[in-house]
């Protein structure tokens, strides 16, 4: 049996994940290089691991291992609607997607575009350490303390004024 029959017994239910996982020094290199070939090579790998194993992978199964024990966070660049087709929306969640640790614009100026990226590192950091920084306000919070909706994560203030209520009103479905 080849890699491909074995796996595709498990399509069905998806119960196996393919994981590319970076180490942040290649991902900061990654970054700062040419993000239009970027994004069309890491479509073309994605597209072959689909191709080769029969799984209907989404776009967000990219990880950077990061933070204080190098745990996996995952991430993606996209368009993200912006008129410059130069500049690329870089998003980061906890390792299943789950929770929003980061967003920021990588621009062509390599200046800002380094901020940007030390700034995703430095959020990794924080996560590891327990620390989330509030989706609304902005200020740090124990990981402990936060609540979610939907890839947001809230501090007890921001949570109680206004997200508290804007998820009892929300149908996930
Ligand atoms: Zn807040």
């Given amino acids: 049996m080849n890699v491909k029959e074995l ?45 080769s194993i029969g799984y209907s992978w989404s776009n967000t199964h990219w990880h950077v291992a990061a933070g204080r024990d190098y745990h ?15 500049v690329f929306a870089l998003d980061v969640w906890n390792w299943n997607g789950n929770n929003a640790v980061f967003s920021g614009e990588l621009y062509p100026n390599a200046t800002r575009r380094k901020d ?18 509030c989706s609304s306000c902005g200020i740090e919070t124990p990981l402990t303390e936060r609540h979610s909706f939907w890839a947001g994560g809230y501090c007890n203030v921001c949570w109680e004024r206004e997200y508290k209520e804007k998820e009892a009103h929300t149908n996930y479905n």
């Fill in 7 to 51: 796996l595709s017994g498990n399509r069905g239910s998806q119960s196996f994940e393919p994981w590319t996982v970076f180490d942040q020094y290649t991902w900061r290199q990654l970054l700062m290089g040419d993000l239009a070939a970027l994004y069309a090579n890491l479509n073309l790998v994605h597209k072959s691991i689909m191709e």
């Fill in 72 to 86: 996996p966070y995952t991430w993606m660049i996209t368009h993200a609607g912006f008129k410059d087709k130069a």
């Fill in 116 to 133: 940007t990226i030390d700034a995703a590192i430095a959020a990794m950091e924080r996560w590891s350490s327990g620390i989330f920084t």
